[in-house]
């Protein structure tokens, strides 16, 4: 297997890229030649093409030259050891994007194992990976509410309807001045007495409270 971390610090023109490409490439291709289509070279053209894909990152600048590094190369060899597994390149694109170069390493060396089972390879990685993941931390017991104070009947919190129309009645007064110290207060019912036996009854009533 050859050592690719000889590359690591490289960089190359497109043309050289290719060039480069083409020499590693018969290391990580499938052995039986399942995709005659993906043992053909590449070329600048399919290079900028891959890149315009999104399966390659966008090349670094030298002035007007694109350059091509480590990275761009191992995304280069995983993506046609991939094409000729048989992976599409939607789910290609993800994994040279978003992997970090020491895993498209893992991925590019894994070969006997991703020629013969290349799909549970990758399902199985991403198990992995959700397993390694720290756990969600456990979402805080809910806020209990207090639980509202039991109603109690009305006859409990008022009295009988007699007493709770007289809490009403009594909520607004009229005060009529009468004398120095001396208020009448009307409630805001309050009716006209009529029947002089009451308002005699009352009268005394009044006369009472102020001689005591």
Do not use: C
């Not at 990275?71 to 995983?78: K, V, Y």
């Not at 129309?165 to 409630?187: N, Q």
């Amino acid at each position: 297997m050859v050592n690719l971390q000889a590359y690591r610090s490289d960089s190359w023109s497109l043309d050289a890229f290719a060039e480069r490409v083409n020499k590693l490439l018969p290391e990580f291709l499938p052995t039986d030649k399942m995709n005659t289509r993906m043992q053909d070279t590449v070329n600048p053209r399919l290079i900028r093409h891959y890149t315009t894909l999104g399966l390659l990152d966008t090349p670094d600048r030298e002035g007007r030259e694109a350059r091509y590094t480590y990275r761009h190369l191992l995304q280069l060899l995983l993506l046609r050891k991939m094409l000729a597994a048989g992976f599409a390149t939607g789910i290609i694109a993800p994994i040279t994007q978003e992997k970090s170069i020491e895993e498209l390493e893992e991925l590019l060396l894994g070969k006997e194992e991703v020629e013969r089972h290349p799909m549970e390879f990758f399902r199985k990685r991403a198990v992995a990976e959700i397993e390694e993941a720290p756990p969600f931390p456990a979402a805080p017991p809910a806020a209990s509410m207090p639980a509202p104070a039991p109603s109690l009947p009305d006859f409990l919190q008022y009295g009988d309807d007699r007493e709770r129309k007289k809490k009403r009645k009594a909520e607004t007064y009229t005060r009529v001045p009468i004398s120095e110290g001396i208020e009448l207060h009307l409630s805001e019912d309050f009716q006209p007495i009529k029947n002089t036996t009451l308002l005699q009854k009352i009268l005394r009533k009044i006369q009472q409270a102020l001689e005591d």
